[in-house]
Structure formats: structure tokens, C-alpha cells
């Protein structure tokens, strides 16, 4: 099952919010080939999954492929969903998902238009202590994210 919304992510910029085999634990899926995802829609969809391991490194690489759409539904705009925008992570130090301003706007992972409503003073300010900082979002116009809350 994919979610209606992309996260951010440490290792892709965003991804896709998915489930594998009806698990209630969501993983990251940076793309799945043949699959056109679109913001406000869930769906339940078959793939196939090819793991190769990367000689010498000990890591795998895992990679999706569509074999069918089983269903597609859309939810409400006023759907809410959260994710990380800044936080430590160790051994990299602050990590900011979303760069910019309120006079130029803020980005997400240099993909997603965020509209930082009556948040964006408080964006900038946690974003300048280096705070760890989670958005809580509304889908809004072609594509942004709304900012409803900050925690």
C-alpha cells in the first residue's frame, strides 16, 4: 500500500510512505519503476522486489517494480499527515529538510512547496536554534503541503 503523501528521508530527499504485505510499519520507497504517484491518493498496488547485494560494501540495494494497481483512492485535502523537517541524527549532525524563507517561500527536499501559513516566523526560528522539528500537513493547491502545526 502506498500513502497519499511523500516524507521526507535521510537517504532519498523524499520517498514514498509505504506498507509491505499489510504491515502497519511504514518504509521509505525513493520511486517505483512504471508507477506515477499522485498526492491525495492512496493505493493498493502489486510490485515486484529485487534486492542486490553491493559487492564489498555489505549493503543491498533494493528496488521496486509495478505490476498492477488493485485499487486507487483519493482522501479529503483536509486529510492531515506529519513528518520530520529538521532533526540530529548522529553522525551527520542537523539535518534541515526544507531550506528558504517567508518572502522567497520553503521548500521541502527541493521538491515539495510548503505553505507555511501563520508558521513561518516560527519555521525560521527553530530552523536557526537548530531544534528538531516536525510538520503536521494539509494537502493544498497542485501539490503543496499546508502547514497546520509544528512540534
Known amino acids: 500500500m502506498i500513502d497519499h503523501y511523500k516524507t521526507t528521508s535521510l537517504f532519498y530527499g523524499t520517498a514514498l510512505v509505504a506498507y509491505e504485505n499489510g504491515s502497519s ?73 526544507v531550506v528558504g524563507n517567508a518572502e522567497t517561500g520553503y521548500i521541502i527536499s527541493n521538491e515539495i512547496t510548503m505553505d507555511c501559513t501563520y508558521f513561518c516566523s516560527e519555521l525560521y526560528s527553530r530552523l536557526s536554534i537548530e531544534d528538531n522539528i516536525t510538520g503536521e500537513f494539509e494537502h493544498g493547491p497542485e501539490g503543496t503541503y499546508v502547514l497546520m502545526a509544528l512540534y
Do not use: C, H, W
Open 25 to 97: 510499519i511504514s518504509i521509505e520507497i525513493p520511486a517505483i519503476a512504471g508507477f506515477e504517484f499522485e498526492q491525495r491518493n492512496t493505493y493498493d498496488i502489486t510490485t515486484s522486489k529485487k534486492t542486490t547485494k553491493n559487492s564489498g560494501t555489505n549493503a543491498t540495494t533494493v528496488s521496486y517494480e509495478l505490476l498492477s494497481v488493485v485499487a486507487q483512492d483519493s482522501v479529503p485535502a483536509s486529510t492531515r499527515f506529519a513528518m520530520p523537517l529538521a532533526k540530529f541524527v548522529n553522525g551527520l549532525g542537523y539535518v534541515k529538510f
